[in-house]
T-cell receptor, first 113, second 117 residues
Framework: GDSVTQMEGPVTLSEEAFLTINCTYT??????LFWYVQYPGEGLQLLLK?????DKGSNKGFEATYRKETTSFHLEKGSVQVSDSAVYFCALSGYTNAGKSTFGDGTTLTVKP | DTEVTQTPKHLVMGMTNKKSLKCEQHMGHRAMYWYKQKAKKPPELMFV???????INESVPSRFSPECPNSSLLNLHLHALQPEDSALYLC????????????????FGDGTRLSIL
């Protein structure tokens, strides 16, 4: 079945540091890929998405590129802020399971001033 | 502001109580979902409604009973819950459901934090 593997956390960075959170997936066909963010006390929010190979999703300074050759969708940000502290989930959804998103385990990011 | 509204935000109930969680969206989305989320874990899918019909039940115990009165509303009726059911319950919606391509994101509410005494 489909699966998503995220780098283990927690991740602690200083403000203005570069962020990478790795995400790799296993799926049949050509899934769509998503990054969701969950701030404390809130639900998940879509951060960005990509629906086909080589697509780059971007939002709020975050970027991720759909790499089919390496089955990856790594999240990056050039300069993190304290307000980026949250849990980040990589997820996929596709034709074979459109009603079900497969989530990674989540990566907790803490940014210190 | 979240476009999916869940009430109540917090709920404490005994194991013999009956209560309901409510979810509302006005984005015209055709699919609505219930998830259960434990601390520091990803959401676990419970139910999916597509065009107001139950299309996916992830083998959820019968003490959880979903209901979709119309295309904007989703309820989760709770009865005789167990302490291990304490969790954050998230509602979500999306433009497409199980018959779609899977390229539409889900929009989540902020959840109901449920505690079973």
């Amino acid at each position: 079945g489909d699966s998503v593997t995220q780098m283990e956390g927690p991740v602690t960075l200083s403000e203005e540091a570069f962020l990478t959170i790795n995400c790799t997936y296993t799926a049949t066909g050509y899934p769509s890929l998503f990054w969701y963010v969950q701030y404390p006390g809130e639900g998940l929010q879509l951060l960005l998405k990509a629906t086909k190979a080589d697509d780059k999703g971007s939002n709020k300074g975050f970027e991720a590129t759909y790499r089919k050759e390496t089955t990856s969708f790594h999240l990056e940000k050039g300069s993190v802020q304290v307000s980026d502290s949250a849990v980040y989930f990589c997820a996929l959804s596709g034709y074979t399971n459109a009603g079900k998103s497969t989530f990674g385990d989540g990566t907790t990011l803490t940014v210190k001033p | 502001d979240t476009e999916v509204t869940q009430t109540p935000k917090h709920l404490v109930m005994g194991m013999t109580n009956k209560k309901s969680l409510k979810c509302e969206q006005h984005m015209g989305h055709r699919a609505m979902y219930w998830y259960k989320q434990k601390a520091k874990k990803p959401p676990e899918l419970m139910f999916v409604y597509s065009y107001e019909k139950l299309s996916i039940n992830e083998s959820v115990p019968s003490r959880f009973s979903p209901e979709c009165p119309n295309s904007s509303l989703l309820n989760l009726h709770l009865h005789a819950l167990q302490p291990e059911d304490s969790a954050l319950y998230l509602c979500a919606s999306s433009q497409e459901g199980p018959s779609g391509r899977g390229n539409q994101p889900q929009h989540f509410g902020d959840g109901t934090r449920l505690s079973i005494l």
